[in-house]
């Protein structure tokens, strides 16, 4: 499931997404969790934002991001996998859309 720059994985499918965003130069500003239910999704109280800490070079940004979710989607998978059948939502920005959304 996609929409712009959020796409909705399965929890160990998140994990690795966010490791290739990070590799690949995107930040990371947050996700989401949901659970399927009766044809719609029903969110659950599960989600993380990153944020850019001042003038923070890209470069650190988009590792910190990566780093911060990683360690946040780890910790959290046990707990995911109580709830159910869940996606992850995360979204991502590169530099230069991430420049746009300050405007």
Known sequence: MASNNEVAWRPTQAVQAVQWLG???Y???????FLPKEGSFQSLPYFQN????????WGLFVARSAAETLA?????????????DVYVIVTWVSEEEFRNLRL
Not at 50 to 57: C, D, K, N, S
Request: net charge negative.
């Open 23 to 25: 590799l690949h130069g």
């Open 27 to 33: 930040a990371v500003l947050g996700t989401d969790v």
């Open 50 to 57: 990153v944020e850019r800490i001042g003038a923070e070079e």
């Open 72 to 84: 946040y989607l780890k910790t959290c998978l046990p707990t995911f996998s109580e709830e159910g």
